[in-house]
């Protein structure tokens, strides 16, 4: 739908005087997700980028597939699986 540019105006100043309220959105599950140049930075996790590199080869070998998620063709890792992973010895 296409509005006008008068229109557009109108419910932006109805925004800015509290009229309307902006939709808020609810988030159900807060999920960590971390890059994997962000769990070498990070002091929590001892790993070298060879042990990640090989950890990322062998996702479906050693179970770690279910916490990588690859969002165009980078790849993110949910932390609470992968801290999971690490304490069940390298197994989801």
């Known amino acids: ?50 042990q990640m590199r090989d950890f990322m080869q062998k996702k479906y070998i050693n179970g770690l597939h279910i916490a990588v998620r690859k969002i165009g063709r980078r790849l993110y890792i949910r932390l609470d699986l992968f801290d999971e992973w690490i304490e069940n010895g390298g197994k989801l």
């Open 1 to 50: 739908m296409v509005q006008s540019a008068e229109n557009q105006v109108f419910l932006a100043e109805q925004l800015l005087d509290g009229i309307l309220e902006e939709p808020k959105i609810e988030i159900k599950n807060k999920v960590a997700y971390g890059s994997i140049n962000q769990i070498l930075k990070s002091e929590k996790y001892p790993f070298t980028l060879g």
